[in-house]
C-alpha cells in the first residue's frame, strides 16, 4: 500500500492512497469543519482510508478550500460542495470504469448531501457523525437524505445521537457505534471497518 499527493482542479490538496492489488472500486473522503481544526488528516477520515484500502479500494483524501494547500477562501459552507465536486471528478479520472463512493464526516457529511442536492452523483454514499442539529456551518434544515445512503452514528454525539437519526431517517441504514461521541475517540478503527465493509458489498459486486 502506498500514498501519493495529488493536486484536484488545479487548487486543492489531495491524497491517494493505493491497495497493493488492482483496485475495485475508489472512494472520495471529505473531512471535518476546517475552522474547528478539520483537514484530510483528521483521524477519522485517516482510519477511513486505510481501511477502505486494505479492502482493495484507491481512497482520494482532499482539503476543502483554504485549508492546508488548498486555494481559495473558507465560505461557510456556501461554495465547498464544488470541492467535492471537483474531487469526484478527479477520483473518475484517476479509475475510470470503477465504482465510485463518497463518505463525509461531520461538515464533510453536510457538504456531501449539499452536492448530492445539487445534482451530484456516486454509486453509494456514506455519513459519519452526520450533525442532526443546527451548527455554525449548517444553520439550515439539513439537506435531504436520500435513501439507501449508510449513516455512522455515534451514541453520545453532541451533534445528533444516534438514537435521534434513526428517529429523523427511519428509511436510511443506521449502524450505531457505543459509547462514544461526535470524535469516535477509541472507536475510529472500527468507524473504517463500518464504511470499509459497506463500500466492499455495494460496490464490488
Same mark, same amino acid.
Given at each position: 500500500?502506498?500514498?501519493? %499527493?495529488?493536486?484536484?482542479?488545479?487548487?486543492?490538496?489531495? $491524497?491517494?492512497?493505493? =491497495?497493493d492489488e488492482p483496485a475495485c472500486a475508489v472512494v472520495v473522503l471529505a473531512h471535518p469543519l476546517p475552522t474547528?481544526?478539520? $483537514?484530510?488528516?483528521? =483521524?477519522?477520515?485517516?482510519?477511513?482510508?486505510?481501511?477502505?484500502?486494505?479492502?482493495?479500494?484507491?481512497? #482520494?483524501?482532499f482539503n476543502f478550500r483554504g485549508t492546508g494547500e488548498s486555494g481559495g477562501r473558507w465560505t461557510g459552507g456556501a461554495?465547498?460542495?464544488?470541492d467535492v465536486a471537483?474531487? /469526484?471528478?478527479?477520483?473518475? *479520472?484517476?479509475?475510470?470504469?470503477? %465504482?465510485?463512493?463518497v463518505c463525509g464526516y461531520s461538515f464533510g457529511?453536510?457538504?456531501?448531501?449539499r452536492w448530492l442536492e445539487q445534482g451530484g452523483r456516486a454509486d453509494d454514499v456514506a455519513l459519519v457523525g452526520l450533525p442532526l442539529?443546527? /451548527? *455554525?456551518? *449548517? %444553520?439550515?434544515?439539513l439537506p435531504p437524505v436520500p435513501d439507501g445512503v449508510f449513516v455512522v452514528a455515534a451514541e453520545r454525539d453532541q451533534f445528533g445521537p444516534a438514537a435521534d437519526v434513526r428517529l429523523a431517517l427511519p428509511r436510511v441504514e443506521v449502524a450505531e457505534v457505543p459509547?462514544?461521541?461526535?470524535?469516535?475517540?477509541?472507536?475510529?478503527?472500527?468507524?473504517? *471497518? #463500518?464504511v470499509a465493509d459497506r463500500f466492499l458489498r455495494t460496490l464490488a459486486r
Open positions: 500500500m502506498r500514498e501519493e %499527493p495529488q493536486r484536484i482542479a488545479d487548487r486543492l490538496e489531495g $491524497t491517494l492512497r493505493i =491497495p474547528h481544526g478539520g $483537514t484530510m488528516r483528521n =483521524p477519522v477520515v485517516a482510519a477511513i482510508a486505510r481501511a477502505v484500502a486494505h479492502r482493495g479500494m484507491l481512497a #482520494l483524501r461554495e465547498e460542495p464544488e471537483d474531487a /469526484v471528478a478527479h477520483a473518475r *479520472a484517476l479509475a475510470p470504469g470503477l %465504482p465510485l463512493a457529511a453536510v457538504m456531501t448531501l442539529l443546527a /451548527v *455554525a456551518f *449548517a %444553520p439550515q434544515p459509547g462514544v461521541d461526535h470524535f469516535f475517540e477509541g472507536a475510529r478503527d472500527a468507524v473504517g *471497518a #463500518l
